[in-house]
């Protein structure tokens, strides 16, 4: 009987803790949620700076669009969003087929237009023919635009800057403070 009782008591003091084999499942378990977690996770700072690559094959795509249609192109540009205009000959008539369909962009972001130079060039005379919008700029058939920065921030105030010049020369500059 004494040997019976010695079995019992050694059987439960084994079964009191964790075996090293579950206590690794666990952290195998662990490891590989909080890896999916991390690939997962989104920053800010990409999600500007994918947006400004979007934006800048955008405007490239409609300066291209202008020139090869012989139409001119226009895209306006609100707080939060945008979109793309062609001109048909008697007034803008806004595109809704991809890639020129309008964009909402993400909440936390910005758009800032500002016209940087509007002297006599084809692109500047528009806003004779045409009924303009302040946020609105124009792609003529020639290849030639109004020039332009479009800044675009964050609510961190972390900017990139996409100059776009009289010619259709587009560069993006990352923007401190």
Known sequence: ????????????AYKAGFSLLELLIVVLIIGIVSSMAVLYI????ERLKSEVQVLVQLITMSRDQAI???KPMAVTFEETEYYFSQWDGKQWQRLNKKPFRGKKIDPHFKLLLVKTADINTPAALLKKLFARKN??????????????YLEIKTQ???????????????SVDKVSG
């Not at 961190?156 to 587009?170: A, D, L, P, T």
Request: aromatic share 10%; net charge neutral.
């Open 1 to 12: 009987m004494g040997i019976i009782k010695k079995n019992c008591q050694k059987s439960v």
């Open 42 to 45: 989104d920053t800010a700072h």
């Open 68 to 70: 090869i249609t012989g």
């Open 135 to 148: 946020n609105q700029v124009y792609f003529l058939p020639v290849g030639e635009t109004e020039a332009f």
């Open 156 to 170: 961190s105030n972390e900017k990139y800057r996409i100059n776009v010049s009289f010619m259709g020369e587009i």
